[in-house]
């Protein structure tokens, strides 16, 4: 999702609209064309670690600003 993302925000920057597949280049353009999973835990030890690579790759974008 992060890869789409990234590319869609390319293709905004670079061509001042939309990306025809991924949307605005947002996170949430791109997770909103997926199927919702269910419910997850935070007993879940997978999920709890896909949470540390999302903030871990998030993390720099919240001090640039």
Do not use: C
Not at 7 to 13: I, L, N
Not at 47 to 61: E, H, M
């Amino acid at each position: 999702m992060l890869v789409e993302a990234e590319e869609a925000d390319a293709w905004r920057r670079e061509r001042g609209q939309f990306h025809p597949t991924y949307g605005d280049g947002s996170l949430m353009a791109v997770a909103m064309r997926r199927q919702p999973l269910g419910e997850r835990f935070l007993t879940d030890a997978t999920y709890i670690n896909a949470l540390k690579i999302i903030l871990t790759v998030l993390q720099p974008s919240f001090y640039s600003t």
